[in-house]
């Protein structure tokens, strides 16, 4: 073959291979995995938006009585402060709120009364109760000590409580209980005369 011929053909071999380069995709890493890892994290993402829109969807019932602008019942989020519900219902000039503990949780059906300034803040002795009826336990707000006042509740499962519900940003009914380690079927039946969900 001469050599015209075989420069000829090195020539169509170059421009063979630069075509394929060119056009031709080469085998690159898989996005595969990062895309189910994306997936995952956004699962997960969902999940935890769930629970909290769950548990911010939890509304409850507060009267509000004494030196307030506008007294009467306001629906809040559960979760709510005692201060929530004062600024809500608005304070007065004559408002005390100095005796008042403003972090503590709003529980639904209760009332919150803010006192006048001057006004005598010796409370009222109540008629004496029968012990019949136990006091029923907040889930959502009891601390570990009040926890372990109900009979079947130590220390290791009232931090188990508490552990969940700060995890899970609060309980949303008391059978949501049985999602706790250590609380079977029949140990929430042996509490549902004590606890609660407000």
Do not use: W
Request: aromatic share 6%; charged share 30%; glycine share 8%.
């Amino acid at each position: 073959m001469s050599m015209p011929g075989i420069q000829r053909i090195a020539t169509f071999a170059v421009i063979g291979l630069l075509l394929i380069v060119l056009f031709v995709p080469l085998p690159s890493c898989s996005r595969e995995p990062l895309i189910e890892e994306e997936m995952i994290v956004s699962k997960e993402q969902h999940a935890a938006a769930d629970v909290e829109e769950k548990s911010v969807k939890k509304e409850i019932m507060v009267d509000i009585k004494g030196a307030v602008l506008r007294p009467g019942p306001y629906t809040f989020k559960l979760g709510d402060r005692i201060k929530d519900a004062i600024e809500k219902a608005g304070k007065t000039k004559q408002s005390d709120t100095g005796s008042m503990n403003l972090a503590a949780r709003l529980i639904d059906g209760e009332e919150v009364i803010v006192p006048k300034k001057g006004a005598d803040t010796k409370p009222v002795p109540e008629p004496e109760k029968s012990p019949a009826v136990p006091a029923l336990v907040d889930l959502n707000g009891a601390t570990s000590e009040e926890l372990q006042t109900v009979p079947g509740i130590g220390p290791s499962k009232a931090e188990a409580i508490i552990a969940y519900r700060d995890e899970k940003g609060g309980f949303s009914s008391f059978e949501e209980l049985g999602e706790v380690k250590g609380f079977g079927e029949k140990t929430l039946e042996s509490l549902k005369n004590y606890l609660v969900v407000y």
